[in-house]
Structure formats: structure tokens, C-alpha cells
């Protein structure tokens, strides 16, 4: 049966709600955040859910602005600052339907300053998968029993800094900054506005339901290079831009492509596959090999990394082999130091070729431009 409301009209309309109040860094967020307003109403279809994260450096950049434009459009909104875990699975599995949990300040449970908050993370962690749950024991003293609460429903956060990496792989992750003089947002009155976003909301609610039958099973077309993770948190959102039809799909796309981009790029990930690439990217480009001296030099010497300051001292020879030993040369060794000639004198260092098995499987896209060698390495390749 023919939706009666025009799927791609109406993402346009949510997409120029959020432009009205809220300022993103570039177009793609627009398009994911719209998406994933429509991909809340429609849980039932897919195996997963991505989270939206609203994340920046600095307080006033619009992420709880971001926020509240999302409450007015998602069904069943709960907002959670310092929602303990078990009020959330809770009201999660509480059987009166599905809420959208927004979590604001999302900081205050895994920044810096927080105290254990394993059980929270479980919870979204969980709350991923349509088959997530979380296991709890109820009852009194002796008289207890394990229980299974359903942990899955859509997440929305924003916060301060970052979230754990477990969160950080399953979120479409929209970095925000504060205004330029020269970008200006309608103020967002609740009374007047909260009206207006729920129509939409209301709208999409209608849409979802006569669209549901195009997206329940479907399995959407995946850009070159999105796989794995990156997949599973896009296709909802890709399956919910081919229902709508219209410039949506390639939109779609587009958008996912470069905030997957985006998230590589700042994302290193650990500290081994940081220090992966920053050999990769700063230490030995266009270089074939390095002596360890030279190498240790120039990465204790990056002003922007970890490393000359390792829990109070510089990375050293002997920690660097043992970082770099936990992984594998094309030939199923363990990275390790060769001799390097150098002149007059044999120093021991690495060769570029062992790096370059973990540079592939690990390693975030390079970055377009390699920098120069190093001063004085230029004829040791």
C-alpha cells in the first residue's frame, strides 16, 4: 500500500527543523541526524541501533540544543542525566513500549572525574543488538532468581570529550563547536516549537508504519569501504533513506562515508595502534627503515602525542619493542628491531616492511599528504 505521506518530503522537513536551531559541522550531520530520527520509530526492523553521539571540546558548542530538537521528534523520549543503570533496563523492558533514552552530560558517567560505571556501559553496550540483554538477580536473601531484561532501544547522548571505545564503534559521532559571529540559529522556544516538532514526529510515526514493510529485512547497499561495524551501525540509517526515496539515498551515502572518514581519522584507537600510526604518519614517511634512536627522538618530540610522557616517563627502547612485538610482520612474526647499517657503524632499528601487515589491518586511512622525511634520514632508505 502507498505511504499516504512522501518519505522524502518529510525527512526534508525534519533535516530543516534542525537546521532552524541547531548548527552542525558540515551537511552529513544533518542527513544522519535526520535519519536516525525516522530509524527511531522503525526499531522493530532492524538487528541493531546505532547511538548519536553529540560530542566537543568545550561547553557551548549545541549539544544539549541538539538534544532537545531530538526529544521533540523520537517516540517515547526519556531524558536520563544520572540515570542509574537499572532504572534504565527497566523502564527499557517495562513493557509500555520502547522509550529513546537521551543522555545529556554523558561526561558525568565516563569522563575523567566518574567512578565505576561498568554497569551503565553494559547496558548500552547491550542495548545495541535487538537479541541485547542484561541479567540481574531479584528477589530477597536466598530466595532469588536471574532474570533477563530486553536492553534494546535507541540512545541518544552528548557530552565533553569523548565515550569509551565499546560506545565511541557503535555511534554516529557528530563533533560540534561553537558558533562562528557569522552562523545564527532561531532561538527554540518550547512552547511554541516543542508543537511543532511533535506534528513531525507524529508524521514520521504514519510514514513508519506504511514503510515498514519496504525496511523489515531489508539489506541496503554499503559503500565502498564500509564494513564490519561501520556497516552495522549505518544500515539502518541506509535502509530508512532508500524507503524515503527521492535524493535520499545518495545523500545517505555520502553522508556515511565521510563521517566514517571522520571517525578514522580521529580515532586511533589504542595505544598500540596509535603509536602504529604515528610511525606510519610522522615518523617514517617514505622511509624504508629507521634507527631505534631516531625513531624514539621524534616520537618523544611530538608535542600532540602520549609519548614523551608514559605514566611520568619518555617511551623508551625497551617499552617500544615490547608495544610493538604484540604484533605481526606479513610473515606471522613479531615485530622486531633489525640491524640498520648506517654509515661506518650497525644501529638497531625497524624496518618499514615489518610495520606494514599491522599498518593495513590496523591503521585508520592515511592521510592525504604524507609528510617529508625526517632531516638526515633521507639516505637511509
Known sequence: MTSPIDGAALLNEVEAFHRRFNVFPHEAAYVAVALWDAHAHLLDCFDSTPRIAFLSPEPGSGKTRALEIVETLVPQPMTAVNASAAALFRSVSSGNGKPTILFDEIDTVFGPKAGDNEELRGFLNAGHRRTGVTYRCIGDGGNQSVQAFPSYCAVAVAGLGSLPDTILSRSVIIRMRRRARNETVEPFRARVHEAEGHKLRDQLATWAEHA???????????????SDRPADVWEPLLAIADAAGGDWPERARAACVTLVNASRANDKGSIGVRLLTDLRDHVMPGIDRLPTVAILDRLNSMDDAPWADLNGKPLDNRRLSKMLAEYMTAENEPISSRNIKTGASVLKGYHAADLH??????????????LPPLPGTENLA
Open 357 to 370: 601487515d599491522a599498518w593495513q589491518r590496523y591503521c585508520p586511512p592515511p592521510p592525504e599528504s604524507p
Open 212 to 226: 515498514r514493510g519496504f525496511i523489515m529485512g531489508a539489506w541496503p547497499d554499503m559503500p565502498e569501504g564500509v
